[in-house]
């Protein structure tokens, strides 16, 4: 299954470098929770949402997704 990307590119002291997509498409805060801790509605892109499913739910089958959208950004644009 391929995710969609849109890839930019990424200035800095390197030779090179991009990303994939940007993480948050938008977020609209909600208030505070009980704890008095910010909540937010928050809309990703299709890779910020597999990024946001690894880190913070530990779903690992985020992994195969992210590597190939990644093997194929390099496979066509010579990275």
């Known amino acids: 299954m391929s995710v969609e990307i849109k890839p930019q ?11 994939l997509h940007v993480h948050s498409l938008s ?3 909600l ?3 009980e704890y008095g801790h910010p909540r937010f509605a928050t809309t990703r892109s299709p890779v910020g949402e597999l990024l946001y499913q ?6 690992k089958s ?3 997704q992210l590597a190939e ?8 644009n010579g990275s």
């Open 9 to 19: 590119v990424l200035r800095g002291p390197w030779n090179s470098g991009f990303s």
């Open 27 to 29: 977020s609209t805060y």
């Open 31 to 33: 208030g505070d929770d």
């Open 54 to 59: 690894l880190k913070y739910c530990r779903d």
């Open 62 to 64: 985020a992994i195969g």
């Open 69 to 76: 959208a990644a093997a194929d950004f390099c496979r066509k």
